[in-house]
């Protein structure tokens, strides 16, 4: 059984960062993908970035340049680093990895002064 478990979300004013974890535990496939998505309210989630197994990352041009996805295979966790933050990006994160669509339980992030 596969579980993902998020951490990292907080409060932090516009301008600041913060580092989201998405850490895997179970039996994983060597190839695979970890996606960040956000759902602010009253909003679809959204997909942000990807960070493929390869070292490949794609991003949204919501976050693109300002976001950074990154992950350590070998202790099967998934970064995001977020920096500059803006109060747009106020949400609800969830990472998912792929295959079997596995989702983590969700970290919220709040940007305001």
């Known amino acids: 059984q596969v579980q993902l478990v998020e951490s990292g979300g907080g409060l932090v004013q516009p301008g600041g960062s913060l580092r989201l974890s998405c850490a895997a535990s179970?039996?994983?496939?060597?190839?695979?993908?970890m996606d960040w998505f956000r759902q602010a309210p009253g909003k679809e989630r959204e997909l942000v970035a990807s960070a493929i197994s390869n070292g490949v990352t794609i991003y949204s041009d919501s976050v693109k340049g300002r976001f950074t996805a990154s992950r350590d295979n070998a202790k099967k966790t998934a970064y995001l680093e977020m920096n500059p933050l803006k109060p747009e990006d106020t949400a609800v994160y969830y990472c998912?990895?792929?295959?079997?669509?596995?989702w983590g339980q969700g970290t919220q992030v709040t940007v305001s002064s």
């Open positions: 179970g039996s994983i496939s060597r190839i695979n993908i």
């Open positions: 998912r990895l792929r295959p079997g669509d596995y």
